[in-house]
Nanobody
Framework: QVQLVESGGGLVQAGGSLRLSCVAS????????MGWSRQAPGKQRELVALITSGFNTNYTDSVKGRFTISRDNAKNTVYLQMNSLKPEDTAVYYCNAFLTQPYWGQGTQVTVSS
């Protein structure tokens, strides 16, 4: 069982920045692929960023060049740096851990005002 606790969401104006953090439980964090997903009202949940245990990263097209995912294995933490935020980035953001099955955090709200 993996526990994931997100923080860092909030309200920001368009063009602003936020950094999300997610702390994972367990002693084998370094073996997990980690990701951030989001779900906007009335829309399906989508995976926006992924970082593997080997530090390879992948992003959905809508956030490429604006969002950066990173991880600190010493702190069991994954980050999502979000720059140049747009109103369409408004969503609940979830931290994900992928090992033998996917795990989800409780989510943190990000609201971008125009």
């Amino acid at each position: 069982q993996v526990q994931l606790v997100e923080s860092g969401g909030g309200l920001v104006q368009a063009g602003g920045s936020l950094r999300l953090s997610c702390v994972a439980s367990g002693s084998i964090f370094r073996f997990y692929s980690m990701g951030w997903s989001r779900q906007a009202p009335g829309k399906q949940r989508e995976l926006v960023a992924l970082i593997t245990s080997g530090f390879n990263t992948n992003y959905t097209d809508s956030v490429k060049g604006r969002f950066t995912i990173s991880r600190d294995n010493a702190k069991n933490t994954v980050y999502l740096q979000m720059n140049s935020l747009k109103p369409e980035d408004t969503a609940v953001y979830y931290c994900n851990a992928f090992l033998t099955q996917p795990y989800w955090g409780q989510g943190t709200q990000v609201t971008v005002s125009s």
